[in-house]
Antibody, heavy 119, light 107 residues
Framework: QVQLVQSGAEVKKPGASVKVSCMTS????????MHWVRQAPGQGLEWMGR????????HSAQKFQGRVTFTRDTSINTAYMELSSLRFEDTAVYYC????????????WGQGTLVTVSS | DIQMTQSPSTLSASVGDSVTITCRAS??????LAWYQQRPGKAPQLLIQ???SLESGVPSRFSGSGSGTDFTLTISSLQPEDSATYYC?????????FGQGTKVEIK
């Protein structure tokens, strides 16, 4: 079965960077876009962007452009999201989620990674 | 950007009731709309895509309808495990966006 397993919780200081991993199994990693969605405490879902694991091509929401980097390692079927210049308002649960082919709806989700930005 | 507006923000209903959540897009999204359920402390789960296509394993009491700008998610006979927040999402092959969510509570 499809599984997405994310790395553990992180605590970072303002201005630092965080890198979250998403290890996949149960499907062909290069066949589906991987998306990243975040959810601030008590708030709704916010799409951050996606990577095409086959080509490495990425697309990020305008809000995060210049601050977020999506990468992947096809040898271990793992996707990564790195967010830099962290601010207090970046405190959120970050999810990886597999799309359906190149469509931007999200069939399978990781368990989420809490990133806390605190001084 | 396309804005998605859900209503109501919160609803409270009894077990066995039929409930309907509305999602309105700021411009036509054709049928490219998905619905997700998020239980407290859990990741979202895809319920419906392409406005009305039920995902495998999702109970048949969930149904979706609509096209263009107006969509609905209906739970035909509310169960205790349906207590959750529901999100609509417009999508295509180059963008997406979520509604603000509707919290469903069981009386």
């Amino acid at each position: 079965q499809v599984q997405l397993v994310q790395s553990g919780a992180e605590v970072k200081k303002p201005g630092a960077s965080v890198k979250v991993s998403c290890m996949t199994s149960g499907y062909t990693f290069t066949g589906y876009y991987m998306h990243w969605v975040r959810q601030a405490p008590g708030q709704g879902l916010e799409w951050m962007g996606r990577i095409n694991p086959n080509s490495g091509d990425t697309h990020s929401a305008q809000k995060f452009q210049g601050r977020v980097t999506f990468t992947r390692d096809t040898s271990i079927n793992t996707a990564y999201m790195e967010l830099s210049s962290l601010r207090f308002e970046d405190t959120a649960v970050y999810y990886c989620a597999r799309g359906y082919g190149s469509w931007y709806y999200l069939e399978h989700w990781g368990q989420g990674t809490l990133v806390t930005v605190s001084s | 950007d396309i804005q998605m507006t859900q209503s109501p923000s919160t609803l409270s209903a009894s077990v066995g009731d039929s409930v309907t959540i509305t999602c309105r897009a700021s411009q036509s999204v054709s049928v490219w709309l998905a619905w997700y359920q998020q239980r407290p402390g859990k990741a979202p789960q895809l319920l419906i895509q392409k406005a009305s296509s039920l995902e495998s394993g999702v109970p048949s009491r969930f149904s979706g309808s609509g096209s263009g700008t107006d969509f609905t998610l209906t739970i035909s006979s509310l169960q205790p495990e349906d207590s959750a927040t529901y999100y609509c999402q417009h999508y295509n092959s180059f963008s997406c966006g979520f509604g603000q969510g509707t919290k469903v509570e069981i009386k």
